[in-house]
């Protein structure tokens, strides 16, 4: 029986391990056929950001492993509004679509779920 997951990306895409690790185990879930959500908040936002090059500091393109996602089955992609606002972004500087949500939303997503991580 699937279980629905939502991970909670919170973390810088670079400068640790923790965006790509985090994105692997989404990979990883979603393979085994569960239910998998992501929330992108605070810095967690510029993992979504184009026009990213890993490749320039030694390590993986996050937006490219994000790219990978919908082949996963991966639908899911959730952002915080109010985090977006605070840094300037908007869904058009983001490699894949996203739903916004307010607190209140962001509330109700994390409510329905069977396992929160992040």
């Not at 998998?36 to 810095?43: A, D, E, P």
Request: glycine share 10%; charged share 25%.
């Amino acid at each position: 029986m699937s279980k629905k997951i939502l991970f909670l990306l919170n973390r810088a895409p670079y400068g640790s391990s923790y965006a790509l690790e985090a994105l692997e185990s989404v990979l990883v879930a979603a393979a085994f056929e569960q239910r998998v959500s992501l929330l992108f908040k605070g810095t967690g936002l510029h993992q979504l950001l184009t026009g990213q090059d890993g490749a320039a500091i030694g390590q993986r393109t996050v937006g490219k492993v994000l790219s990978a996602l919908p082949g996963y089955g991966v639908e899911r992609c959730f952002a915080c509004r109010p985090s977006a606002e605070r840094l300037g972004l908007a869904e058009r500087d983001f490699c894949l679509p996203v739903k916004w949500l307010d607190y209140e939303g962001q509330r109700r997503l994390i409510d329905d779920q069977d396992i929160v991580t992040g």
